[in-house]
């Protein structure tokens, strides 16, 4: 069984930056942040390869939330800037792994986020 673990969220000023981290128990193959803000859909935020070398990012955080990871540590982050009250919310991190048959998806519990104009 694979277990997510986020960190990081807290309460910022508009403008401001956070780093959320996501640590797994391995084996990942793809990892992705996610986020739900209160009577919205999850959506997804950004999305990163098993290597590091391709990432993906929704239109509204691009050029201002950056995903990286660390294969060794086996950790992923998302380091946000420019934040806006519009980002409030919940941020998970989503792992998906190949299960032998299918690729399987594990999520982490969440990491709250609130951005204060």
């Known amino acids: 069984q694979v277990q997510l673990v986020e960190s990081g969220g807290g309460l910022v000023q508009a403008g401001g930056s956070l780093r959320l981290s996501c640590a797994s128990s391995?084996?990942?193959?793809?990892m992705s942040w996610y986020r739900q803000a209160p009577g919205k859909q999850r959506e997804l935020v950004a999305l990163i390869s098993s290597g590091g070398g391709s990432t993906n990012y929704a239109d509204s955080v691009k050029g201002r939330f950056t995903i990286s990871r660390d294969n060794a540590k086996n950790m992923v982050y998302l380091q946000m800037n420019s934040l806006k009250p519009e980002d409030t919310a919940i941020y998970y991190c989503?792992?998906?792994?190949?299960?032998?048959?299918?690729?399987?998806?594990?999520w982490g519990q969440g990491t709250q986020v609130t951005v204060s104009s």
């Open positions: 391995g084996g990942i193959l793809i």
């Open positions: 989503k792992g998906r792994k190949w299960g032998g048959v299918r690729f399987e998806d594990y």
